[in-house]
């Protein structure tokens, strides 16, 4: 099994996705729109070694086509892993490797963990009890991933049922 290894957050990290942002936006052929996800996009939290970049593709089409460019490119193409209509890419890198998802407009998983992201940055205690839970599986877990990422799911869920909460309170407020 491969060891699940957690890295100190790292400030280099929003300039080398600004970096890889621009460098797969030349590798796609379509306009994309980036978002920088996962715990790399949040300052101070622990993280894989891996960049984790959301390119929301116009089409169908595009995807397909910017599929076979980023295979040619050195991407390993994992397909849609968790049935979110996200295509899962990988690159091993220096420093820091890149998991790359494509998806299109619209995506509920892709705005979901937008969501995510936004809320552990507006509230550092909840990004700081996301990170002692982080070490806690990957000690816990020795190399099974399915026991790290199962063991985050409860927490992940909650911070999105509370991003859900907060952001329809805020629309409410605007609306009177």
């Not at 984790?52 to 849609?80: C, M, P, Q």
């Not at 220096?94 to 936004?118: I, K, M, Q, S, V």
Request: proline share 5%; charged share 30%; hydrophobic share 40%.
């Amino acid at each position: 099994m491969r060891p699940i290894t957690l890295v100190e957050y790292d400030p280099q990290w929003p300039l080398l996705f600004e970096s890889r942002s621009k460098s797969i936006g030349l590798l796609l052929g379509h306009p994309a729109e980036f978002h920088h996800i996962g715990s790399t996009a949040v300052v101070g939290l622990c993280a894989k070694p891996k960049l984790d970049i959301d390119a929301v593709l116009s089409s169908k089409e595009a995807r397909l086509d910017a599929t076979e460019r980023l295979k040619t490119n050195g991407y390993r193409f994992h397909g849609d892993l968790h049935g979110a209509d996200r295509w899962t890419f990988t690159k091993d890198e220096a420093p820091y490797g890149t998991r790359l998802y494509l998806c299109l407009p619209g995506n509920e998983a892709h705005r979901e963990r937008l969501l995510f992201c936004d809320y552990l940055r507006a509230h550092p205690e909840f990004a700081a009890g996301y990170a002692i839970l982080k070490r806690r599986l990957a000690e816990e877990a020795d190399g099974d991933w399915d026991h790290y990422t199962g063991g985050k799911s409860d927490f992940v869920a909650d911070i999105v049922r509370r991003a859900k909460a907060a952001l329809a309170s805020a629309k409410d407020i605007t609306t009177q």
